[in-house]
Every structure is written in C-alpha cells, then in structure tokens.
C-alpha cells in the first residue's frame, strides 16, 4: 500500500514569505503529526490531528498553523518566514494515533534565503 | 523541558561488529521508540517497548526498556554496510501518542 506521501519534495522560499505543505497519509490513517527537522534541534513535534481536530501542539510560534481534512489529509502553513525554518519538515500517519502505527514520510526539504 | 540524552553521538561499526547505544531521560516513558533514517527519508520505527524491562528483537536488532522507564537500550549484532544511518530513541509526550520526543540520535558511520 501507499506510503505517507508529502509534497513538494523541496522547496526554496524568500524571507518573509509563506509557505505551505501537503501530507497524504496512509490511506485508512486518522492521526496526522508533524515534525521539523534541523541540525541544531534535531526532530521537534509540531502538531497533532486527529479526525481534523488539532490534539496537541508543540512550543513553536504561531507563525506555524495545520489543518487535516475530512479525507485525512492535512496542510502545515508557516507565514513570515525566517532563515531558520529551514529545515526538513516531516509528516507521519497512524490509525488511531498509537504509539506503534506511526508512519514517517520523506519530508519537505524547505530554505528559506 | 523533557529531553532525551542518546549516546554516543556518532559511531565508526567495521562490518561484523556489535553496537550498542542507548538513551536516558530525566522523566519517566511508558514507551520507549527506535527509529531509524537514512539519508533524505523520513524515520522508519525498528522496535517499539512497552514494560520496564522488555527485551524485544526485530533480526539482528535487540531492544530493552530500562526497569526504571528512564532508559533504553539498542544492541545491533553482527553489524553490516546497510546498518549505516542515524538512530533515534523517541517516547510520546502527555496522554497523546502522536507527540513524540526525540533524541539527537547516534549516527553509524562505516570505519575507513
């Protein structure tokens, strides 16, 4: 079956701009997190949904927003970007949003010059 | 906050070699994750524990959830070229699962 499949795959944008990412989970998956990925901080949970409603957030500005759809998918937004949002921003699907389910996509590879 | 403290931070393997790595925190996991990633792909879960003390294996990988849920463990065996990437040790934050922590993982280099 299909993976967790994000786009776009990379993507350059200027400071100050917005952005936005696309996740299609597993099909069948309910639960939707998102994570940033750099060298400093290493992989930070953004946020959580779940049957289109957001469970839990992480400590990151409000600069960045989701949402998830009635068919699973969901969206990340990050507005007025900064040069350190560059980073690989990762997508992962479960079930019910268990522990053990969790399925990882490739990542959106985002620079912000 | 939480943190995850995994070590070492980066290891040379010679093919044939054991490894081992682990990671501890400062607060108390009723789950301990292993992950994996290769370069330019997202992480793939190896083993998943659930009770202090649990020594679970997936082939040549052996995972243990520390007795006092503040550590776990990863044991590679007979390590070969493909074992190469980064490892992470992850547990979920608060009542959901689906907000995980990470550590900064351990990187497997090939020895020169």
């Known amino acids: 079956k299909a993976g967790v499949t994000q786009t776009p795959r990379y993507l350059i944008k200027t400071r100050g701009q917005q952005v936005t990412l696309s996740c299609s989970p597993i099909?069948?998956?309910?639960?939707v997190s998102w994570y940033q990925q750099t060298p400093g901080q290493g992989l930070q949970f953004l946020f959580e949904?779940?049957?289109?409603?957001?469970?839990n957030k992480g400590n990151f500005p409000g600069r960045f927003s989701g949402r998830q759809f009635s068919n699973s998918r969901s969206e990340m937004n990050v507005s007025t970007l900064e040069l350190g949002d560059s980073a690989l921003y990762l997508c992962?699907?479960?079930?019910?949003?268990?522990?053990?389910?969790?399925?990882f996509g490739s990542g959106t590879r985002l620079t912000v010059v | 906050g939480q943190q995850l403290n995994q070590s070492p931070q980066s290891m040379f393997i010679q093919e044939g070699e054991d490894v081992s790595m682990n990671c501890t925190s400062s607060?108390?996991?009723?789950?301990w994750l292993w992950y994996k990633q290769d370069p330019g792909e997202g992480p793939v879960l190896l083993i998943a524990?659930?009770?202090?003390?649990e020594l679970t294996s997936n082939g040549r990988l052996t995972a243990q959830f520390g007795i006092t849920r503040k550590d776990s463990f990863l044991n590679i065996s007979a390590s070969i070229p493909s074992d190469v990437g980064i490892y992470f040790c992850?547990?979920?934050?608060?009542?959901?699962?689906?907000?995980?922590?990470f550590g900064k993982g351990t990187k497997l280099s090939v020895k020169p």
């Open positions: 992962a699907s479960s079930q019910t949003g268990d522990n053990y389910g969790y399925t």
């Open positions: 099909s069948g998956h309910r639960s």
């Open positions: 949904y779940f049957s289109e409603t957001q469970r």
């Open positions: 607060s108390i996991f009723n789950t």
């Open positions: 524990l659930y009770k202090a003390g």
């Open positions: 992850a547990g979920p934050l608060g009542g959901s699962q689906g907000n995980l922590i």
